[in-house]
């Protein structure tokens, strides 16, 4: 055997440093391929790192748990049902009943008041507020009609809460429209106690007391007043933008020129 194997390595022509570097090679490969059996690999990872964290995420995991428990256990036999939350905000809500006594005046009440009735936001007050100041007062609910966007159904919906008459129901302070002044001279010749505005030196919240004359109006009269002096005559009104005959004719019978 030993000489078969003699016989090859001389036909392979192989040299005695050649044999020797190759029997070297094979002494340091077995050895690698021991030593990568005996020893056992280490981990690419700190496990104590590691386990550290996660410790820490099963003890936060756990907080939360108890905490969510704690907040159950607060509607524990109370039927609490969060999905009921959910399909109450879809379902439509139901304007509530008035009160009888909550009954209002739209000849009388501003912005605020008549946001209070149901289907009536800022624009529709807006328009309720320059209808009574370009036509006068309502004289009936029927008028409402007239106005752009109050049809018959939402009419009905608010006509059991407003009046067009007198009720005793006072001004808010958020009124837009004074409430109607009797003619200081009657046919019985008795005068009017409230006071007439005088126009000369009346401020624009007093201005505005007039009928149909809101804060743009009362701004141009101050103006008006301040660029051209005092008004001499009631007529000198039509000379303010906005201000005709009809708006005159309101206004004329509650204003003076001197005290």
Known sequence: MKRTLFFWLEKLKITRNERRAVSLLLIVLGSLLLTDNILTPQSPFDKKYYKTLDERFKERTAQIKRKRQRILARYKGKNFRPQSIASADTVKQQPAERDSSDIININ????????????????????????????????????????????????????????VGDSGESTKSDSLQPKKINHPHTSTGRSDSRTIINLNTAGAQKLQKLPGIGPAYARRIINFRQKNGAFTTKKELLKIKGIGKKRLAKIKPFIKLTE
């Open 108 to 163: 009388h009440a501003g912005m605020k008041r008549l946001q209070s009735l149901h289907g009536i936001g800022s624009a529709y007050a807006r328009r309720i507020i320059a209808f009574r100041r370009k036509n006068g007062p309502f004289k009936t609910k029927n008028m409402l009609l007239k106005i752009r966007g109050i049809g018959p159904g939402r009419l009905q919906k608010i006509e059991p809460y407003i009046i």
